[in-house]
């Protein structure tokens, strides 16, 4: 399975974020998986924003829940992430990950940096 993020690398505050996850070797509607999106700040921990599982159901960090939308193509075998109103706190490598379902993430794209400066 291999995951590849894409998107544009440099946004000005207040703009909206958005990426795609496109999923090779596997497809996103498989029983038990979910397809996460996880971001790291510079010099910071990781961070789960959210998730969308093979049924389609979708779960929100509450913290990014009001400017976080996730989505997905099945005919692409794609996940997207959008996130609005973007700061220059929301500078980060933004990740696709599988989780098995168990909370195990066992394949991640090779991430992506978002910048946000004006």
């Known amino acids: 399975v291999q995951l590849q993020e894409s998107g544009p690398g440099l946004l000005k505050p207040s703009q909206t974020l958005s990426l795609t996850c496109t999923v090779s070797?596997?497809?996103?509607?498989?029983?038990?998986?979910?397809w996460a999106w996880i971001r790291q700040p510079p010099g910071k921990g990781l961070e789960w924003m959210g998730a969308?599982?093979?049924?389609?159901?979708?779960n929100y960090n509450p913290s990014l829940k009001s400017r976080t939308s996730i989505s997905r193509d099945t005919s692409k075998n794609q996940i997207t992430l959008q996130l609005s109103s973007v700061t220059p706190e929301d500078t980060a490598v933004y990740y696709c990950?599988?989780?098995?379902?168990?909370?195990?993430?066992?394949?991640w794209g090779q991430g992506t940096q978002v910048t946000v400066s004006s």
């Open positions: 070797g596997g497809s996103i509607t498989t029983d038990t998986y979910h």
């Open positions: 969308i599982a093979y049924s389609g159901r979708i």
């Open positions: 990950v599988r989780d098995t379902g168990s909370f195990y993430l066992d394949y």
